[in-house]
């Protein structure tokens, strides 16, 4: 059974930075694509960044694009976003997600694409 654990939320100014951690168990980690996704208050799942098996490849949201960085570090089974200059539209539980598929090539924003989802952790952006 694949787990993972978001950490790094928290309440930040606008134009502030935070960097959410994404662990995961399993030995195969390195062989999938990995999403990150938010979901405001009252408004649907939304995708914001994913990342290659190899973390050669990125993908992100227009919203994010310029302001937030997603990268993973295989050996130690994690993925990262970096969210800098954030906005309070950008307050919403942050949920990082693993594809269904080892070593796909496309990355995908759809949510039903990934199978395993983290428990989420909350980020607050106040003006």
């Known amino acids: 059974q694949v787990q993972l654990v978001e950490s790094g939320g928290g309440l930040v100014q606008a134009g502030g930075s935070l960097r959410l951690s994404c662990a995961a168990s399993?030995?195969?980690?390195?062989?999938?694509?990995m999403g990150w996704f938010r979901q405001a208050p009252g408004k649907e799942r939304k995708f914001v960044a994913a990342?290659?098996?190899?973390?050669?490849?990125?993908s992100y949201a227009d919203s994010v694009k310029g302001r937030f960085t997603i990268s993973r570090d295989n050996p130690k089974n994690t993925v990262y976003l970096q969210m800098n200059s954030l906005k309070p539209e950008d307050t919403a539980v942050y949920y990082c997600?693993?594809?269904?598929?080892?070593?796909?090539?496309?990355?995908?924003?759809?949510?039903?694409?990934?199978?395993?989802w983290g428990q989420g952790t909350q980020v607050t952006v106040s003006s």
């Open positions: 997600a693993r594809d269904k598929i080892t070593l796909r090539e496309v990355l995908s924003s759809q949510p039903g694409v990934y199978d395993y």
């Open positions: 399993g030995r195969t980690f390195s062989s999938y694509v």
């Open positions: 990342i290659s098996w190899s973390g050669g490849v990125t």
